[in-house]
C-alpha cells in the first residue's frame, strides 16, 4: 500500500499585518533620527560662544579731588582740667555745668581749717627761734668785751694765754651758735612759705574765659591732692568759641595729608550742615590699639580747625572729616570699578629628578612666584572686549585717574562687577546693556 503525500500549501500574508511591521520599522527609524539631531543640536549649542552682558561708559577727562575721610569728636581747641592741688573738703563750687566764667573768677574753695593750726605751730617755732638768736647775740656782745679786756691784760702781761684762748672760744662758739640759729630760722620760714603756698591752692581761678564743659564733684565732697601726679580733676573749661575736630587717620592715609588741606565736615546733629575747615596739627607719634594681635591698628591723631562755626558745637560730639589731599583738573579717569586686578603666576618645572618629585605640595606651591599684580581695564570694541593694562592716579568716590593705557572716547567697561572681576577676557564677546541700571533704579528712559 502506497504512502500518500499532502503537498505543502504556501498561504499568503495578508496585506493588513505587512503594513503594520512598516510603521514600526519606520518610527524606529524616525525616533533614532531625532535623538541623533538632538545630540547634534546640543552639542552644536554647547559650542556656541556665550555673550557677557556688560555696561559701559565713554572715558572723558574730569576734575578730581583725592580724600581721605576719617571719623573722630569734636573738641574745644583751648581745654582747661581743674585739678586739686591739695587734698580737702569742696566748700564752694560757684559754677555749674553749662554756665559761663570769667578769666580770674573764683571757680573751687577748699576747707582750709587743716592749715590753721600748721601756721601757728609755724609762727610760734619761728618767734622761739628769734627770741634765742638775741639772747645769743647779747651774750656775743659780752663775749667780744671780754676778749678786748683780756687783750689788753695779756698786753701788759697781766693775763695768761689761756685766759685769752678761753675767751676767743667763748666769742668763736657764740658765733657759731647765732649762724646755726640764723639757719634754723630761715628753715622755718621757708616751711611758713610752703604753708601758705599750700593755703592758697585752695582757692582755684578760672585761667581762661570759657564755659564749664563738666563738673565731677559736688559741695562737700573730699577731693584728692598730689605734689607730683595730677589731683582729683573737679571741673573741665572749655572756650566753645574756637572748636576742632580731632580725628584717627590710619598709617596708609596720614602720609598724604598736609598741613593746611581743606577738610569738609560732617556732624552728625547737624546732618543737613557741611561745615569747612583745614588741617593744622598732625600727631607724630602713633596711637595703638590691641597691640601685638592680629587687630592691633596704628592711626594718628589729626586736628582740624572748623572755621565757619555758626551753630553751637558741644565737645564729644561724632564727626565724618573728608580732607582733600590732591586736586587735578581735566584728567582722564574711569569710573573705579572699572580698573581691576589680575595676577599671573609664573611656574617654575618640578624637574625630572626624583627628589623633586618626592617634593611636598608646599614645596610645590614655593615653586610657584608670584608675579607682581597688574591693573587693568576692559573696553568694548566691535562687540569684543579688549584688555588694557594701565596705570592709575588719584582717585575720588567715584572715578579714578588713568596716567597711561587708554584714550579719551574709548568705551570701557563699567559693570558688572562679576563680569569685570571674573567673566571677561581679551577677544571675549559681549553684550552691551546701558539700560540695566536705569531700570533699576527707577529711571526712565528719556533720561
Do not use: H
Amino acid at each position: 500500500m502506497s504512502e500518500t503525500t499532502t503537498p505543502v500549501i504556501n498561504k499568503p500574508i495578508p496585506p493588513k499585518k505587512k503594513k503594520k511591521k512598516s510603521k514600526k520599522k519606520l518610527f524606529w527609524i524616525i525616533s533614532i533620527l531625532l535623538v541623533v539631531l538632538i545630540v547634534v543640536a546640543v552639542i552644536l549649542s554647547g559650542r556656541k560662544e556665550e555673550l557677557v552682558t556688560v555696561q559701559t561708559e565713554k572715558i572723558v577727562k574730569r576734575n578730581i579731588t583725592q580724600l581721605v575721610t576719617a571719623t573722630g569728636k569734636i573738641q574745644s581747641e583751648t581745654e582747661v582740667n581743674i585739678s586739686a592741688e591739695v587734698s580737702g573738703e569742696l566748700v564752694s563750687l560757684p559754677f555749674k555745668e553749662g554756665e559761663q566764667v570769667k578769666k580770674g573768677a573764683l571757680i573751687v574753695k577748699i576747707k582750709q581749717d587743716a592749715f590753721s593750726p600748721q601756721l601757728q605751730q609755724q609762727n610760734a617755732a619761728i618767734a622761739v627761734a628769734e627770741s634765742n638768736l638775741k639772747v645769743q647775740q647779747v651774750a656775743l656782745q659780752k663775749y667780744e668785751l671780754e676778749l678786748t679786756r683780756i687783750k689788753e691784760l695779756s698786753a701788759k702781761g697781766l693775763a695768761t694765754q689761756s685766759d685769752l684762748d678761753n675767751a676767743q672760744n667763748n666769742v668763736d662758739q657764740t658765733l657759731a651758735q647765732i649762724n646755726a640759729n640764723m639757719a634754723q630760722i630761715n628753715q622755718q620760714r621757708t616751711g611758713l612759705s610752703s604753708i601758705r603756698y599750700d593755703l592758697s591752692k585752695t582757692t582755684i581761678y578760672s585761667p581762661i574765659d570759657g564755659t564749664v564743659t563738666q563738673l565731677n564733684n559736688e559741695t562737700g565732697e573730699k577731693v584728692l591732692g598730689t605734689i607730683s601726679n595730677q589731683g582729683s580733676n573737679i571741673m573741665t573749661i572749655s572756650d566753645l568759641s574756637k572748636m576742632e575736630c580731632q580725628v584717627e587717620v590710619g598709617e596708609t592715609d596720614v602720609a598724604f595729608i598736609n598741613i593746611g588741606d581743606t577738610a569738609r565736615i560732617e556732624i552728625d546733629a547737624f546732618p543737613d550742615k557741611i561745615f569747612t575747615g583745614y588741617v593744622y596739627e598732625i600727631a607724630n607719634t602713633a596711637q595703638t590699639t590691641s597691640q601685638g594681635t592680629q587687630e592691633e591698628v596704628v592711626n594718628f591723631i589729626v586736628k582740624v580747625r572748623i572755621i565757619d562755626n555758626n551753630v553751637e558745637l558741644r565737645p564729644g560730639m561724632s564727626c565724618t572729616v573728608d580732607i582733600e589731599v590732591e586736586k587735578k583738573s581735566d584728567v582722564l579717569s574711569v569710573p573705579i570699578q572699572s580698573v581691576t586686578v589680575r595676577e599671573e603666576m609664573k611656574n617654575f618645572g618640578m624637574g625630572e629628578d626624583s627628589e623633586m618629585e618626592n617634593l611636598s605640595r608646599e614645596s610645590e606651591n614655593k615653586q610657584k612666584q608670584k608675579v607682581k599684580p597688574k591693573e587693568i581695564i576692559f573696553y568694548v570694541d566691535n562687540g569684543v572686549a579688549k584688555k588694557e593694562e594701565v596705570k592709575t592716579g588719584i582717585s575720588d568716590d567715584s572715578y579714578i585717574e588713568i596716567l597711561e593705557g587708554v584714550t579719551e572716547g574709548q568705551e570701557v567697561v563699567k559693570g558688572s562687577f562679576k563680569a569685570i572681576n571674573k567673566d571677561l577676557d581679551d577677544g571675549k564677546k559681549v553684550k552691551v546693556d546701558n539700560e540695566i541700571k536705569k531700570k533699576k533704579f527707577g529711571e526712565s528712559d528719556d533720561n
